[in-house]
């Protein structure tokens, strides 16, 4: 079946340097995107979001890029921060259903 | 502002007892989402509320497994009898419609024993 499949299961990533969160996805009738993010211990966060109409949303520190020719996508993260480990969810949206990626645990080091 | 709240929070129990978990969705969401988290299937989703009334289901397990929403500031997911690999975490999400963004609870972490 269709899925939402993540590229590396883990990051470690140096405290200041930029973070980059690969996802891909399969579902071509899916028309907008999010990434959530899961502390430990508690329940996933909006991050940011976008339409299959745009490839490019910027946040604040947060950039998320879609490639829907190769069925893609990615969240930057500008200047990582102690406070950004946690585990990164892709979820891609046909009508109300929401499909989660399997995450990518993301460790800033000091 | 209020989140979503869901409680309890941790609930450990015996297998073959009665477990009843409880949302309460974000003030003037019409929709509420159940899902659950496991390690081998990450977030699954259970059940679709839209305006109390259960959309989609086909992500509930089994018969021991039911869904209410008797009112829009109120869900209950309840697991009759209950086993061990009912073990989990249960999410409530709710959004302002179907196609709006999901906004998760705390989650209820579940044991059985």
């Known amino acids: 079946g269709e899925s939402v499949g993540l590229h590396l299961p883990t990051l470690s990533v140096q405290e200041g340097d930029n973070s980059i969160i690969n996802c891909a996805y399969s579902?071509?009738?899916?028309?907008?995107f999010i990434w959530y993010k899961q502390e430990s211990g508690k329940g996933p966060q909006f991050i940011i979001d976008?339409?299959?109409?745009?490839d490019k949303r910027q946040g604040q520190r947060v950039t998320v890029l879609l490639n829907k020719t190769v069925k893609h996508l990615s969240l930057q993260i500008a200047a990582t921060q102690p406070g950004d480990s946690a585990v990164y969810f892709c979820?891609?949206?046909?009508?109300?259903?929401?499909?989660f990626g399997a995450g990518t645990t993301v460790t800033v080091r000091a | 502002d209020a989140g979503v709240i869901q409680s309890p929070r941790h609930e450990v129990t015996e297998m073959g007892q009665e477990v009843t978990l409880r949302c309460k969705p974000i003030?003037?969401?019409?929709?509420l989402f159940w899902y659950r988290q496991t390690m081998m299937r990450g977030l699954e989703l259970l059940i679709y509320?839209?305006?109390?009334?259960?959309?989609?289901d086909s992500g509930m397990p089994e018969d021991r497994f039911s869904a209410k929403m008797p009112n829009a500031s109120f869900s209950t997911l309840k697991i009759q009898p209950s086993e061990p690999r009912d073990s989990a975490v249960y999410f409530c999400?709710?959004?302002?419609?179907?196609?709006?963004?999901?906004?998760f609870g705390p989650g209820t972490r579940l044991l059985v024993l």
């Open positions: 003030s003037g969401h019409n929709s």
């Open positions: 999400a709710s959004s302002l419609g179907g196609e709006e963004t999901q906004y």
């Open positions: 976008i339409r299959s109409n745009m």
């Open positions: 509320f839209n305006n109390n009334v259960p959309i989609d």
């Open positions: 579902n071509s009738a899916s028309d907008y």
């Open positions: 979820a891609e949206r046909s009508d109300y259903k929401l499909s």
